[in-house]
């Protein structure tokens, strides 16, 4: 049920980008209070809205919650690690701040370490 109202979210997101503000709230709280796989297809819309919109408060926020998705324990015990790992890497990819990129790498090691 969760996937269909990402989806739905997502094609209202793109069919009207002027309205794009009502939808950015109410997806970080999804990301940082729904399960895994869903927080994961969370950030990935959000993403694709970050594409067309990289805003300096919206990208910290949304930077901040893919750090705090990384630190939850559950991603350990899902099945979403390649899914997750191919966001981390576009996001990565991308991001001209070569220190939030050696930060992430940092906590990436100390989660697969610890």
């Not at 099945?79 to 992430?104: G, P, Y």
């Given at each position: 049920?969760?996937?269909l109202?990402?989806k739905?979210?997502f094609?209202l997101?793109i069919?009207?980008?002027?309205?794009?503000?009502?939808f950015?709230n109410?997806?970080f709280k999804?990301?940082?209070?729904a399960?895994?796989?869903?927080a994961?297809?969370a950030?990935?819309?959000l993403?694709?809205?970050h594409l067309?919109?990289?805003?300096a408060?919206f990208s910290?926020?949304?930077?901040?919650?893919?750090?705090?998705?990384l630190?939850r324990?559950?991603?350990?015990?899902s099945s979403?690690h390649?899914?997750?790992?191919?966001?981390l890497?576009?996001?990565?990819?991308?991001?001209?701040?070569?220190?939030?990129v050696?930060?992430?790498?940092k906590r990436?090691?100390q989660?697969i370490w610890?």
């Amino acid at each position: 049920m969760h996937t269909l109202i990402l989806k739905c979210i997502f094609e209202l997101i793109i069919t009207n980008l002027s309205r794009v503000e009502e939808f950015i709230n109410p997806l970080f709280k999804f990301s940082y209070v729904a399960p895994i796989n869903k927080a994961i297809r969370a950030l990935q819309v959000l993403n694709q809205i970050h594409l067309s919109s990289p805003e300096a408060s919206f990208s910290d926020r949304f930077y901040r919650a893919v750090y705090s998705l990384l630190l939850r324990r559950e991603l350990r015990n899902s099945s979403m690690h390649q899914l997750f790992l191919n966001l981390l890497f576009k996001i990565l990819n991308r991001d001209a701040s070569i220190n939030r990129v050696k930060a992430f790498i940092k906590r990436l090691a100390q989660v697969i370490w610890f």
